[in-house]
Structures are given as structure tokens and as C-alpha cells.
């Protein structure tokens, strides 16, 4: 199985900074027959469900505000946050679809400093 | 609107079988891969199984194979996730969730339900 390593597991940035959460898989999930990185990033506020930002690591989920960006290839992946609202404040969660046993990173909580 | 409502959660003793339900509606449910995605209380997200648009392509993540089995009734816009042998470990709240339109067996997840919430205890 591709295990999932989030940094860091919580992290607390100002209103208005910027937010890095960081993704590791344990092998790559760049496919190489299509160029494409399978990996999804998710947000998840307090008693709802989760809600997909990115995914194919960098294409923007439709209404996801664009101050949510991703990056990277291979095995390592960057979400960043430009800066950072009041309503960001939630777990997020990395996922590979690479095999169809996908696995989830184990969440990075944002909160406000 | 697309929508996915779960149903059929509840207390279980361990050793027990319980069946949970998602109903689809606002899309075409019989051309998407669905799956179900599990939180334990407190803890992350975990993908638990997956079935193609037919029903005739299922995978399951390791802990919960030979006891729990994904199936759907596309008549009926309907996921079902059907537990045995229930364990403590399986406490948690059962997501539905559905793949992008096109997508194969590896995909991500596009829409969500909120979820029932399944407690194994005695």
C-alpha cells in the first residue's frame, strides 16, 4: 500500500499569511503514461464532510477560491494557503488514487494564531 | 442538486452484522464508481471500498476483506455496504462518496454525503 505522511500534523499561521501543508507518498503517484500526479487534497471543517480542493495535485476543484493552490510531483506535494480567512480554519487531508486502494494522509489541523 | 444520503447506522455489539444504504440522487448514478470512506472518532480519513458502474469490479481495503461487501442496485439509485464480524476498530462514521464522471477504479472523491455514524460496543 502507498502510505501518506502529512507535515506538520497542526500548524497555526495569522490571518492574512500564508499556509504550507506538505505530503509525502511512500512511492511516487505520478503515472507516468500520462504525466499525471494522483493526488487529491481535501478539506474538512468541524461536523461536515470533506470537500476536495485539488486534485490531479495542482487543478483547482470549480469554486474553490484561488487563494488555494497545489504543487509537486512524484512523491512530494505542497498545499498552500496565499492567505489565509476565518473559514479556512479546518483538517485537510492528502489522498492517493494512484492504485485503486487509495489511502489519505493523516490530516494537518489549520488553525488562527 | 447532487446529493448522497446515508442511512442505517447505529449501536452494534461486537461480533454483530449491520448494512448501511446511500441514496443517490441529482445525478446518473449507474455511470459512476462510488465508494465508502470511514472516520474513526478523532482520527483521519480511511477509504474502505470501492465498485465499479456494473457492480462487477469491487475493492476493499485489507482490514474490513472477507467481512464487509460493497454492492449497489442502480434501479434503485442505491450503495450498500454491508458489515459482519463487527469490531471495536470498525467504530466510526461511514462516508458515501462518489468518483468524477469518466473516471476508472482510481480516482478521487467528488461529492460526499454527511455521513451515518456506526458505534461497535457492548
Known amino acids: 500500500d502507498i502510505v501518506m505522511t502529512q507535515s506538520p500534523d497542526s500548524l497555526a499561521v495569522s490571518l492574512g499569511e500564508r499556509a504550507t501543508i506538505n505530503c509525502k507518498s511512500s512511492q511516487s503517484v505520478l503515472y507516468t503514461s500520462n504525466s499525471k500526479n494522483y493526488l487529491a487534497w481535501y478539506q474538512q471543517k468541524p461536523g461536515q464532510p470533506p470537500k476536495v480542493l485539488i486534485y490531479?495535485?495542482?487543478t483547482r476543484e470549480s469554486g474553490v477560491p484561488d487563494r488555494f493552490s497545489g504543487s509537486g510531483s512524484g512523491s512530494d506535494f505542497t498545499l498552500t494557503i496565499s492567505s489565509l480567512q476565518a473559514e479556512d480554519v479546518a483538517v485537510y487531508y492528502c489522498?492517493?488514487?494512484?492504485?485503486?486502494?487509495?489511502?489519505f494522509g493523516q490530516g494537518t489541523k489549520l488553525e488562527i494564531k | 442538486e447532487v446529493q448522497l444520503v446515508e442511512s442505517g447506522g447505529g449501536l452494534v455489539q461486537p461480533g454483530g452484522s449491520l448494512g448501511l444504504s446511500c441514496a443517490a440522487s441529482?445525478?446518473?448514478?449507474?455511470?459512476?464508481?462510488m465508494s465508502w470512506v470511514r472516520q474513526a472518532p478523532g482520527k483521519g480519513l480511511e477509504w474502505v471500498a470501492s465498485i465499479n458502474q456494473d457492480g462487477n469490479e469491487k475493492y476493499y481495503v485489507d482490514s474490513v476483506k472477507g467481512r464487509f461487501t460493497i454492492s449497489r442496485d442502480n434501479s434503485k439509485n442505491s450503495l450498500f455496504l454491508q458489515m459482519i464480524s463487527l469490531r471495536a476498530e470498525d467504530t466510526a462514521v461511514y462516508y458515501c462518496?462518489?468518483?468524477?464522471?469518466?473516471?476508472?477504479?482510481?480516482?478521487?472523491?467528488?461529492?460526499w454525503g454527511k455521513g451515518t455514524t456506526v458505534t461497535v460496543s457492548s
Open positions: 441529482g445525478f446518473t448514478f449507474s455511470t459512476y464508481w
Open positions: 490531479w495535485a495542482s
Open positions: 462518496a462518489r468518483a468524477p464522471y469518466g473516471s476508472g477504479s482510481c480516482y478521487y472523491m467528488d461529492v
Open positions: 489522498q492517493q488514487y494512484l492504485s485503486p486502494l487509495s489511502t
